[in-house]
């Protein structure tokens, strides 16, 4: 119990500089590569799920590949959107939580 509350003693005293750092650092040397991989990998899913819907033979399977393949793309373009703008914003984000 006492160790906790030195840890909350010390966040509380800290100002807080140089805590972002390393994780500034990390979002600048991984997140164009985690955007890359991101991309291909919903490309090369995006594809398989295309293909089974083409490959659907009734009508009760091609809605449901349709259904899973329009909710993949919204999901996969709405992950990609957030860490985009995760990447974009690194800069400004540390600066004001460094104030």
Same mark, same amino acid.
């Given at each position: ?5 030195? &840890?909350?003693?010390y =966040?509380?005293?800290?100002? #807080?500089e #140089?805590?972002?750092? @390393? =994780?500034?650092?990390?979002?600048? &040397?991984?997140? @164009?590569?985690?955007? #890359? ?12 799920? #295309? ?22 793309? =919204? ?21 004001? =939580?460094?104030?």
């Amino acid at each position: 119990m006492n160790a906790l509350f030195n &840890l909350f003693s010390y =966040i509380a005293a800290s100002s #807080g500089e #140089g805590v972002l750092n @390393p =994780i500034y650092e990390g979002m600048s &040397l991984v997140g @164009p590569y985690a955007i #890359g991989v991101v991309v291909a990998l919903s490309t090369f899913y995006g594809i398989f799920l #295309g293909a089974k819907y083409a490959k659907a033979e009734n009508e009760a399977d091609k809605l449901n590949a349709q259904k899973t393949l329009v909710n993949f793309i =919204i999901g996969a373009v709405t992950v990609i959107i957030l860490l985009s703008v995760l990447y974009a914003i690194r800069g400004p984000l540390a600066a004001w =939580i460094n104030e």
